[in-house]
């Protein structure tokens, strides 16, 4: 999935900004660029998925069903439900709840397949599975309920619940390209302040919480039972002033874990490197910008050398569509010639004056230019003629550059080309400047003579 940039707003819902504090904006903007960084990295394989979610999985069910109470062990959940057994010493209906929970979570891996904004269909389908059927599941309540231990009320009539539950879909919906994490926080405190069925809450509003998660590309969020009692303070922190600070840090915090394990998984696998992929990002945000700079580079010369010469002889420019892929970028910013390619030519023939050649391509800068600005390697765009001895197709045009002998960019900057001149000065011209200085060189070359 794409990187969520889209801006992030409460409004419409019992929370606010101010209360959560812009923090932890930036933490989740944060957690989900290491999500993506660790997606488009090509090391989570279905291998390296399986050890993480194998390891995973019967955590994520006992945890979340002890802060409701089940005594089972993780070893003792994966009993439950991989055999079916019930375990001896523990309450029976502990066993069906790990069974109940874990086909919920099956179920909310295949709705993370549906990019549409979580709705209340897809929390009455989790409710319904949480509580392995039954007469109350997958339905809002009609009768009023009392969360233990909060002085917090939740809307008592059938007509007040669907009130509420309409709004939060609404918001869901609203809010559909904000920050998965985000999201999350918000639908999962939202859901247990509404409180919208006689049972199963806490276990249905986790679920939506990781059905938000994983639709993102972020692994699951365990809230360990160890953290029961913050968690409901946080929770009761949300209900009565609509603060979500706790509760965001304590899901941020259980969220980057989560991550860690994922990416630990990753090298043990892999070899996965979080600190190089972000250098490889970067690189390739450098080649990527590069590549747009070139391509309109020659749309403005082909349109100059055209207006300079189209009326009184025949242009032709061609474009080899040989963007620099991110290793021919590394290796031109290490001085390397194999990352050298075409980029385009130029072909005029004017009636009574001859027919010229030029060949743009790319290279690493030269110790000149190097020199004369201070900059370390990385490409330039260099020209070549046909060679006048004709012992191969093309040589080095040097001085007899039309216009500009070499162009690079002072990355990330793309609105001036820095060009080293035929008279081996150094000028920052626009990009239409260079065109212009590229025209009246070719028309200069037939003229020469």
């Known amino acids: 999935m794409p990187e969520q940039t889209a801006a992030f707003s ?28 660790l997606r488009e990295s090509g090391t989570l394989t279905e291998a390296t998925l399986r050890d993480y979610f194998g390891d995973k999985r019967f955590e994520q069910i006992a945890e979340s ?27 029976p209906a502990y066993t069906a709840d790990a069974i109940n929970l874990s086909e919920a979570l099956k179920h909310m891996v295949d709705l993370a397949r549906d990019p549409a904004p979580t709705d209340c269909r897809q929390v009455k389908e989790l409710h319904s599975l949480v509580l392995g059927g039954g007469p109350s599941a997958g339905l809002f309540r009609s009768s009023p309920v009392r969360i233990s231990g ?18 939060w879909e609404r918001w869901s919906r609203a809010q559909a390209d904000a920050s998965a994490v985000l999201r999350a926080i918000v639908l999962h405190a939202w859901l247990t302040h509404v409180h919208p069925f006689s049972d199963g809450n806490g276990r249905t509003a986790r679920a939506v919480m990781n059905l ?31 603060d979500l600070e706790p509760l965001a840090e304590l899901i941020l915090g259980r969220a980057k874990h989560s991550l860690q394990d994922l990416e630990r998984a990753a090298k043990r696998r892999q070899g996965y490197d979080a ?3 972000l250098l490889r990002k ?25 207006a300079v010469l189209g009326g009184t002889g025949d242009v032709d420019t061609r474009w080899y569509d040989a963007e620099l892929s991110l290793d021919d970028y590394v290796a031109l910013s290490r001085r390397d010639s194999s990352g050298n390619s075409w980029l385009f030519r130029i072909d005029v023939d004017v009636p009574g004056l001859g027919r010229n050649r030029f060949l743009a391509w790319t290279g690493y800068r030269s110790s000149e230019l190097c020199g004369a600005t201070g900059f370390d390697a990385g490409p330039s765009v260099f ?24 162009l690079t960019l002072e990355l990330p900057k793309v609105d001036r080309w820095v060009a080293m001149l035929p008279d081996g000065k150094v000028a920052r011209l626009a990009p239409s400047a260079v065109a212009g200085r590229v025209a009246r060189g070719v028309a200069k070359s037939l003229t020469a003579a």
């Open 10 to 37: 409460l409004d419409a819902s019992p929370y606010t900004i101010e209360a959560t504090g812009h923090h932890v904006v930036a933490d989740a903007t944060r957690l989900q660029q290491r999500a993506d960084l």
């Open 65 to 91: 069903n002890a802060i409701e109470g089940s005594t089972l062990s993780i070893g003792e959940t994966e009993l439950a439900v991989s055999r079916g057994i019930t375990v001896t010493g523990h309450d």
């Open 150 to 167: 909060s002085p917090h009320t939740p809307p008592e009539t059938w007509s007040q619940v669907m009130d509420a539950m309409e709004d």
């Open 212 to 242: 938000e998660m994983i639709r993102a590309g972020l692994p699951s969020v365990i809230i360990r039972r160890k953290d029961r009692l913050r968690y409901y303070d946080a929770l009761a922190e949300s209900d009565l002033g609509g």
């Open 275 to 277: 600190d190089q992929q």
């Open 282 to 306: 970067a690189q390739q945000r450098r080649a990527d910008i590069w590549n747009d700079a070139a391509r309109l580079l020659f749309s403005l010369v082909g349109e100059a050398v055209d």
């Open 383 to 406: 020209w070549s003629m046909p060679d006048p001895a004709g012992n191969r197709m093309w040589s080095h045009a040097y001085e007899r550059s039309p216009g500009v002998m070499e």
